[in-house]
Structure formats: structure tokens, C-alpha cells
């Protein structure tokens, strides 16, 4: 099963703030809305906690929080680790979709097929990063430039 991630970032890499995002794009919302609807989401327990509780769980999507300590909820499964939760991604439909946090992040970049990121042109400050993406690893395949921001799918290279 492929594995994606998604992730928004400024130009140094800065994806949250203080547990939150610090910017508000929707069209960057809309993008990936489209790109995660009907697949599966994995995320740790800071971005479960850090979505709006009307947005919990995503609709529409596979909902998998990996967390020691959060217990199972109505329409979300709840995994102690990666390994786990790439396990029970066989049981649903869809592609898989590593949403954050960082710590997410750099224990699955090493595994994802895909990556599709958002650059968001403006600066933000911030106390959380996106891994390094080394280009050596990664080409790209497709670009998108929207006003606020410009969309970069990459593929793994063989």
C-alpha cells in the first residue's frame, strides 16, 4: 500500500506554532480536503488534539491517531505506533495519509512513496518542523502555484 504525506510548511520548514497552525489558507484547506477525502489519515495525538472539535473525526476519511495515551473514540482508531497502525490500514479503503506532527512525520518519511507539500510563501515563526526533505531522494512530479502558496507532489526515486 502506498504511503503518502502531506504536510503545509513555510520556506525554513516552520508547520506549527504553539500547537496550531499558524496560518489560515483555505484554499490550502481545500487542497487537502480533495487530496485525503476517502483515504486514510494517520496522525499523532497533538494534531488530533489540535483540530477543531467540529473536524473530529475528519470527515469522510479513516480516522488513526497513534498515541499511548489517548483511548479508543467512536470513529477513531487508536494505535500505540506506526507499525500498529500501518497493520490495521489493511482492513479499510483508500490510500494512506500521514498528516503530522513532526514526530509523525520523520518516523514515517523514511517509509512514504509520495509526498505532497504545500510551500507557503509567506514567513511564519514557529516551534515545529518538517523533517529535512532530501532532494536526492525525491522527484518532483507535479507543481501548482496558488496566491498564498505553491503545491509540490514529489515521488520517490527508485
Same mark, same amino acid.
Given at each position: 500500500?502506498?504511503?503518502?504525506? @502531506?504536510?503545509?510548511?513555510?520556506?525554513?520548514?516552520?508547520?506549527?506554532n504553539?500547537?496550531?497552525?499558524?496560518?489560515?489558507?483555505?484554499?490550502?484547506?481545500?487542497?487537502?480536503?480533495?487530496?485525503?477525502?476517502?483515504?486514510?489519515?494517520?496522525?499523532?495525538?497533538?494534531?488530533?488534539?489540535?483540530?477543531?472539535?467540529?473536524?473530529?473525526?475528519?470527515?469522510?476519511?479513516?480516522?488513526?491517531?497513534?498515541?499511548?495515551?489517548?483511548?479508543?473514540?467512536?470513529?477513531?482508531?487508536?494505535?500505540?505506533? @506506526?507499525?500498529?497502525?500501518?497493520?490495521?490500514?489493511?482492513?479499510?479503503?483508500?490510500?494512506?495519509?500521514?498528516i503530522?506532527?513532526?514526530?509523525?512525520?520523520?518516523?514515517?518519511?523514511?517509509?512514504?512513496?509520495?509526498?505532497?507539500?504545500?510551500?507557503i510563501?509567506?514567513?511564519?515563526?514557529?516551534?515545529?518542523?518538517?523533517?529535512?526533505?532530501?532532494?536526492?531522494?525525491?522527484?518532483?512530479?507535479?507543481?501548482?502555484?496558488?496566491?498564498?502558496?505553491?503545491?509540490?507532489?514529489?515521488?520517490?526515486?527508485?
Open positions: 500500500m502506498a504511503i503518502n504525506i @502531506i504536510a503545509a510548511m513555510t520556506e525554513d520548514r516552520v508547520i506549527g504553539k500547537a496550531s497552525i499558524p496560518w489560515k489558507i483555505p484554499e490550502e484547506t481545500k487542497l487537502f480536503k480533495e487530496l485525503t477525502t476517502g483515504n486514510i489519515v494517520i496522525m499523532g495525538r497533538n494534531t488530533w488534539d489540535s483540530l477543531p472539535p467540529k473536524f473530529r473525526p475528519l470527515p469522510n476519511r479513516t480516522n488513526i491517531v497513534i498515541s499511548t495515551t489517548m483511548r479508543e473514540q467512536a470513529e477513531v482508531i487508536v494505535c500505540k505506533t @506506526i507499525q500498529e497502525a500501518m497493520q490495521k490500514t489493511h482492513n479499510y479503503q483508500g490510500e494512506v495519509f500521514c503530522g506532527g513532526a514526530q509523525i512525520y520523520s518516523a514515517m518519511l523514511p517509509m512514504a512513496d509520495t509526498l505532497h507539500i504545500s510551500k510563501k509567506k514567513s511564519y515563526s514557529g516551534d515545529t518542523y518538517f523533517p529535512e526533505i532530501k532532494p536526492e531522494e525525491w522527484d518532483l512530479k507535479e507543481t501548482k502555484e496558488f496566491a498564498d502558496f505553491t503545491y509540490k507532489k514529489y515521488a520517490r526515486k527508485d
